[in-house]
């Protein structure tokens, strides 16, 4: 059975950073792209960034999160990565990896059950 399990979610201030990690069981993540989503409160789950299999290519949305955030995988670990800088107080949310047969997807095939981001101001 597949399995993404997050963790490196917490409390933050604003303009701080935080590393959230995602580790897959039960199959392969080489064979995968992954991702993230978010869902921040009051709004529905949103893609945030997703990677290849390979490690690239990688993507970004929206906008207010490029430069800021990093996606990276280790596939010898089965794990992906999402590197958050300057850390707004919307961007707080529940973080969910996913892994997906096709890159970028908006409906993967897995999901975790998230980890809690919160930045306060």
């Known amino acids: 059975q597949v399995a993404l399990v997050e963790s490196g979610g917490g409390l933050v201030q604003a303009g701080g950073s935080l590393r959230l990690s995602c580790l897959v069981s039960g199959r392969s993540s080489s064979s995968f792209a992954m991702g993230w989503f978010r869902q921040t409160p009051g709004q529905e789950r949103a893609f945030v960034a997703a990677i290849g299999r390979r490690g690239s290519p990688t993507i970004y949305s929206p906008d207010s999160v490029k430069g800021r955030f990093i996606i990276s995988r280790d596939n010898a670990v089965n794990a992906v990565y999402l590197q958050m800088n300057s850390l707004k107080p919307e961007d707080t949310g529940v973080y969910y990896c996913?892994?997906?047969?096709?890159?970028?997807?908006?409906?993967?095939?897995?999901w975790g059950q998230g980890t809690q981001v919160t930045v306060s101001s």
């Open positions: 996913t892994m997906s047969t096709t890159f970028g997807a908006r409906e993967p095939e897995y």
